[in-house]
């Protein structure tokens, strides 16, 4: 029988017309309600109304998204949307009288060559735009997030405890930074305590506040501070300081000097500048390397400390004309205006400083700078210049003369500096600094009588540098420091190393060189006599080798000598996961046929970070720990962090939900309890990405945007949420009042009549988003409808993809 045939009999035209192409008889053989056909009369289509899908523009993914469609199912470009995508939003709206947040715009109308690609059975639209219609980014556009309060509290706490024949020996550090963020201003204050043996001393480093000056474009910092004139040594000031806002727009840490060594040991690095402490940490014995170190400025030398759990300490100075060229000063002007502040043992009164410069750029890759420094007694001026040559040879000058009218002495100070590649692969460094007998700084001027101290001063410095990459030979490194003094003495440091990974090891030979400087040790063992001995030489080389076992899991062993000591061990290292590393390892001095051992444990448990160690050897058992953190209180509550929180940070919300893990510029984070976590540091006036790592999540929970692009502006506190959306998905076994299955295809209806799904074998029905208790309605085959009541349980168990519960439908 044809279709026309069909078309002729009573009845069929009408349900044809409404299947619009449907076979009704094939929907009824295989159980399906042909009403269904109604819905889906002209395409699949999502339902009218607001739904969560997934969002693409121009093949990017960006996450999940409230869309709004409207009856036909067609697209509503919302504000909420336009954001989302990144859209420009046109000022002509469709159908007048909706709320701002629900209108829609005609964005069709605007860029009619935009393509919009439904897919309702992916739960996804897809858009295909014109460049034209996309936003500015907001760096371009210079919006950047601003404002914010917050309170936060820093904490590195450090300790030793170790007991031997001579009895107990202790140790304790704790640096800590308090502070506020209000309004783009920042607040600080940094202080430390130091127990050693009972004898304890604390000291305030600096406090000030400090604010971004959009329409100077400078930095104002007042209080104690650090001063950061690229022509000048670092003074440490009680007073004001104006700057180029350029280099606040630098990261922290945005430079290249580089602290390298050897630790015999378990050590404590300690690196001062201007007589501040601006890093202190623990290394594990072996090979360390310190880089993004935060500066105070780029004119002063870094003097570093190498301390081992028994009180050996070793001591070398990096010259700041070795990473002068790589810290450049920002085009603009400085000014500084303050009292010197004393140290704890100077005496007597300290003079008020003024300082000025500025720095102006000469053409696409050169710059120059001129300065002034003045108190009552003692003036300085200097003049900076640095280029790049043949688009890849950096040179970087600086002279400096001075005048102590107190002394009636004069001299002068100059540096140079030059990098360069000179191969595809090798990279070359060199650097030099001298000064005449007169040259005094501030700190200096009128000290004629402490005739020791100045000549302990160095004359020259030196350095060269030069680091080589071959594929088949592995990396070499190689750095020399010499620095020689008005009184005849000198100091020579060497630092070198070889790289080479192979299939199944990775091997490492250091070599770290030390002439002349000093040591001490305070152990109060068998090596007393030795304190504040000078080095001839100290010559430690390190040949180690590594072996993987597996992804997270290695086993290092190594063989060393020191003078006439030699060592060699084995370690097993592994990281469990994000919140346990550990190592444990043995030692066996070769010289004195002693052996040693020792174990380490870091731990993160989300908030916090802590080390716990313990060694043993001859002289005895030795205990360490280590605390590191932050704190953070804000509008939302007090929020802790496993790590230090900078100038410019962030709290993160992601619903209710604890334990979600969120991946920030500063490494993993987890929300509390209370679902929020802290960011503990956003680069100023850069883009930061913030991502949920979504199998952190409960199965029942999704989000609509796992991740957020952020643009900070310096000093402001972000509030970033990531909006929760909590499905609740339950398998319905229905019965009706005989207890029979519903038949399998009947269509199940909302109380406003709109389709959501159908009966599938054994009466049961998938219901993807229950919030609240349902009124369903049940189309059966025999034309009548039935009444389900699905309520679900009080209490939802995150953890079950689905839940499940039975129901009875009552014939209405």
């Known amino acids: 029988m044809g279709m ?15 299947g619009e192409g449907f076979d009704l008889a094939a929907l009824t053989t295989h159980g399906i309600d042909p009403k269904v056909s109604d819905y889906f009369r002209s395409a699949a289509r999502f339902r009218e109304g607001v739904q969560v899908v997934g969002l693409q523009v121009n093949g990017n993914p960006l996450g999940l998204v409230d869309a709004r469609f409207d009856a036909q199912g067609q697209l509503c470009f919302t504000k909420g949307l336009l954001e989302k995508a990144g859209l420009i939003e046109p000022g002509r709206v469709l159908h007048k009288g909706a709320t701002a947040d629900q209108a829609c715009h005609d964005f ?20 295909v735009v014109p460049t034209g219609s996309l936003r500015e980014p907001q760096w371009e556009a210079g919006q950047f997030a601003r404002g914010g309060a917050a309170a936060l509290f820093n904490y590195d706490v450090q300790g030793f405890n170790s007991y031997s024949d001579s009895g107990p020996n202790r140790f304790v550090s704790a640096y800590t930074e308090a502070g506020f963020n209000l309004g783009d201003w920042i607040v600080r204050s940094r202080q430390f305590y130091v127990s050693d043996n009972g004898v304890a001393r604390n000291e305030h480093l600096y406090a000030y506040a400090q604010r971004d000056l959009s329409a100077l474009q400078s930095t104002f910092q007042v209080g104690q501070l650090s001063s950061n004139n690229p022509l000048f040594g670092g003074l440490q000031l009680s007073g004001v300081q104006f700057s180029p806002d350029g280099q606040s727009r630098a990261p922290a840490g945005s430079n290249n000097a580089v602290v390298e060594g050897l630790a015999q040991s378990q050590s404590r690095i300690e690196v001062r500048q201007s007589g501040v402490l601006i890093h202190s940490t623990l290394v594990p014995e072996g090979p360390f390397r310190l880089t993004g170190l935060p500066l105070l400025n780029s004119t002063s030398d870094l003097e570093v400390s190498v301390i081992d759990v028994r009180g050996a300490k070793r001591s070398f100075v990096v010259p700041a004309a070795s990473f002068a060229g790589s810290t450049p000063a920002a085009p603009g002007y400085y000014f500084s205006l303050g009292k010197v502040r004393k140290n704890a043992h100077e005496q007597g009164p300290t003079p008020v400083v003024a300082m000025g410069s500025g720095t102006w750029g000469l053409g696409r890759d050169s710059s120059a700078g001129l300065g002034l420094l003045s108190t009552d007694e003692y003036w300085s ?34 540096s140079v500096s030059v990098s360069s590649p000179v191969h595809a692969n090798v990279d070359v460094n060199l650097s030099a600094t001298t000064q005449t007998r007169g040259y005094r700084e501030v700190h200096e001027a009128g000290r004629s009588a402490r005739v020791d101290d100045l000549d302990a001063r160095f004359k020259n410095q030196y350095t060269a540098g030069v680091s080589w990459v071959d594929t088949t030979l592995g990396a070499f490194s190689l750095g020399y420091t010499r620095s020689a003094q008005f009184d005849g ?57 590594s072996v993987p076992l597996g992804s997270d899991r290695r086993v290092n062993s190594y063989i060393s000598r020191r003078g006439d000591q030699s060592r060699a061990g084995t370690a097993l290292s592994e990281r469990v996961n994000d919140y346990v590393n550990y190592e444990v390892g043995v030692e066996r001095d070769l010289s004195a046929r002693e052996q040693s051992m020792r174990g380490q444990v870091e731990l993160m448990p989300r908030y916090t970070r802590v080390g716990l160690g313990v060694s043993q050897d001859p002289l005895g058992t030795l205990y360490n720990g280590q605390l590191q953190g932050g704190v953070v209180a804000h509008a939302g509550g007090v929020t802790f962090s496993p790590y230090a929180v900078q100038d410019t940070f962030g709290i993160a919300s992601v619903g209710n939900i604890g334990a979600a893990k969120l991946d920030t510029p500063y490494g993993p984070v987890w929300t509390d309890f209370s679902g929020q976590a802290v960011i503990p540091g956003l680069p100023a006036y850069t883009d930061s990405r913030i991502e949920v790592q979504t199998q952190s999540l409960p199965k029942r929970v999704d989000l609509k945007n796992g991740t957020q692009v952020l643009a900070a502006g310096r000093g402001s506190v972000n509030t970033v949420a990531f909006d929760v959306v909590s499905v609740r998905r339950v398998l319905l076994t229905a019965t009706d009042e005989q207890g029979q299955a519903l038949p399998q295809g009947a269509a199940v209806f909302d109380k406003n009549k709109r389709f959501l799904t159908s009966v599938v074998g054994d009466g049961m029905i998938f219901l993807n988003d229950v919030n609240d208790s349902l009124d369903l309605r049940v189309a059966l085959p025999d034309s009548s409808s039935c009444r389900l009541n699905v309520v679900p349980e009080a209490e939802a168990d995150n953890d079950k993809f689905y839940e499940t519960t039975s129901a009875v439908c009552h014939v209405l």
């Open 108 to 127: 069709l109308g605007a860029f009619p060559t935009t393509m919009v690609r439904l897919r309702p059975g992916n739960e996804e639209i897809a858009l």
């Open 489 to 545: 003495q000198s100091a020579d440091h060497v630092f070198a190393s070889w790289n080479k990974s192979f299939r199944h090891a990775d091997v490492a030979l250091v070599a770290d060189s030390q002439v002349g400087g000093r040591q001490s040790r305070r152990d109060g063992t068998r090596d007393d006599n030795r304190r504040d001995a000078a080095l001839d030489n100290d010559l430690s080389v390190r040949l180690q080798v």
């Open 4 to 18: 026309a045939t069909l078309w002729g009999l009573p009845g069929f035209a009408p349900a044809l017309e409404l």
């Open 381 to 414: 001026a200097g003049g900076t210049l640095g280029s790049v040559l043949f688009q890849r040879v950096s040179v970087g000058a600086r002279h400096n003369v001075s005048r102590d009218s107190r002394d009636a002495v004069s001299g002068a100070r100059s």
